[in-house]
T-cell receptor
Framework: KAGVTQTPRYLIKTRGQQVTLSCSPI?????VSWYQQTPGQGLQFLFE???????NKGNFPGRFSGRQFSNSRSEMNVSTLELGDSALYLC?????????????FGPGTRLLVL | GQQVMQIPQYQHVQEGEDFTTYCNSS?????IQWYKQRPGGHPVFLIQ?????EVKKQKRLTFQFGEAKKNSSLHITATQTTDVGTYFC????????FGAGTILRVKS
C-alpha cells in the first residue's frame, strides 16, 4: 500500500504571499491531520479532517486553513505568509476515528518564507 | 492544556551503550505513543501504551508506561548507528500532543 504523499516537497515563498499544500492519505484512511514542525516550537497540531469535516483545530491564527475532499485528499492553505511560517509541514493519515490511533506521516513539505 | 515534558533534550552515546529517554506529565496521561524521526525524515510510529504499568518490547527497544500513568520511558539496549534520530513521545487526547523530543547521536 502506498504511504502518505505530500506535494510539493519544497517551496520558497516571500512574505505576504499565500501557499497551498496538498496531502494524499493512505488508501482507505479517512482522517487527515496537519502538523507544523519548527526547531523552536517542535511538532504542533494544526487541524484534523474526517469525512470532509474539520474535527479539531490547534492554536494557530486564521491565516492557516484547510479542507478535505470527498476522496480524503486534503489541502492546507496559509495566507499572508510571515517569516515565522517557515517550517516543515507534515500531514498524517489514520484509519477511523478511535482514540488513540496510529498516525502515518508523510514526508512533509518544507516551506521557506523569505 | 495537555503537555508532555521530555528529557533529555539531547544525548550522545558510544555505539553499544544504552540510551533512555523519559516523558513526564503533571496530569494523568490517557495513553502514550512513541515516534522516531530520522534526520531529514518524518515521524514514524513505534508503539502505543495505554495501560498502567504496561511494558512492551521491540527487539532492543523497551517501552514503559508508569503505574500512575504520568510518565513513560523508552530504553534502547546496545545502541547502533541506525538508532540515530529524534525520539518523540506524544499523548493522544482529542489531538496528538508531542513532547519536544530527544535527539540521539551515536558515535561509532
Amino acid at each position: 500500500k502506498a504511504g502518505v504523499t505530500q506535494t510539493p516537497r519544497y517551496l520558497i515563498k516571500t512574505r505576504g504571499q499565500q501557499v497551498t499544500l496538498s496531502c494524499s492519505p493512505i488508501s482507505g484512511h479517512r482522517s487527515v491531520s496537519w502538523y507544523q514542525q519548527t526547531p523552536g516550537q517542535g511538532l504542533q497540531f494544526l487541524f484534523e479532517y474526517f469525512s470532509e469535516t474539520q474535527r479539531n483545530k490547534g492554536n494557530f491564527p486564521g491565516r492557516f486553513s484547510g479542507r478535505q475532499f470527498s476522496n480524503s485528499r486534503s489541502e492546507m492553505n496559509v495566507s499572508t505568509l510571515e517569516l515565522g511560517d517557515s517550517a516543515l509541514y507534515l500531514c498524517a493519515s489514520s484509519l477511523g476515528t478511535g482514540i488513540p490511533r496510529t498516525q502515518y506521516f508523510g514526508p512533509g513539505t518544507r516551506l521557506l518564507v523569505l | 492544556g495537555q503537555q508532555v515534558m521530555q528529557i533529555p533534550q539531547y544525548q550522545h552515546v558510544q555505539e553499544g551503550e544504552d540510551f533512555t529517554t523519559y516523558c513526564n506529565s503533571s496530569t494523568t496521561l490517557s495513553n502514550i505513543q512513541w515516534y522516531k524521526q530520522r534526520p531529514g525524515g518524518h515521524p514514524v510510529f513505534l508503539i502505543q501504551l495505554v495501560k498502567s504499568g504496561e511494558v512492551k518490547k521491540q527487539k532492543r527497544l523497551t517501552f514503559q508506561f508508569g503505574e500512575a500513568k504520568k510518565n513513560s520511558s523508552l530504553h534502547i539496549t546496545a545502541t547502533q548507528t541506525t538508532d540515530v534520530g529524534t525520539y518523540f513521545c506524544a499523548e493522544y487526547g482529542n489531538k496528538l500532543v508531542f513532547g519536544a523530543g530527544t535527539i540521539l547521536r551515536v558515535k561509532s
